[in-house]
């Protein structure tokens, strides 16, 4: 089993900045990938950003520039630094990973348990 603990969400001004963090912890052997997802009201879930083993990254087009994902060198924790917040980018955000057992070659998927950004005046 993993657990996806998240921190960082909150309310912010347009224009403001928030760090979101990410903390993967369980008996897992290596993390493939691991990604933000935002879900705004109404909407679908969405992909944010999102970096692999190998330290490849990708943004959705709406928060290229803005937005930044990182991780710890031990890869078992995820940042996504939110620069230049609009009120669009208002979304309960969920981390994602995709992870590998020891003696598997399955990739499991696992989610966190969303927090809230909300950016208004």
């Known amino acids: 089993q993993v657990q996806l603990v998240e921190s960082g969400g909150g309310l912010v001004q347009p224009g403001g900045s928030l760090r979101l963090s990410c903390a993967a912890s369980g008996s897992f052997f290596r993390i493939e990938r691991m990604a933000w997802y935002g879900q705004a009201p109404g909407k679908q879930r969405e992909l944010v950003a999102a970096?692999?083993?190998?330290?490849?990254?990708n943004y959705a087009d709406s928060v290229k520039g803005r937005f930044t994902i990182s991780r710890d060198n031990a890869g078992n924790t995820v940042y996504l630094q939110m620069d230049s917040l609009k009120p669009e980018d208002t979304a309960v955000y969920y981390c994602?990973?995709?992870?590998?057992?020891?003696?598997?070659?399955?990739?499991?998927?696992?989610w966190g348990q969303g927090t809230q950004v909300t950016v208004s005046s």
């Open positions: 994602n990973s995709h992870v590998i057992f020891a003696g598997s070659t399955v990739v499991r998927q696992y």
């Open positions: 970096i692999t083993s190998g330290g490849n990254t």
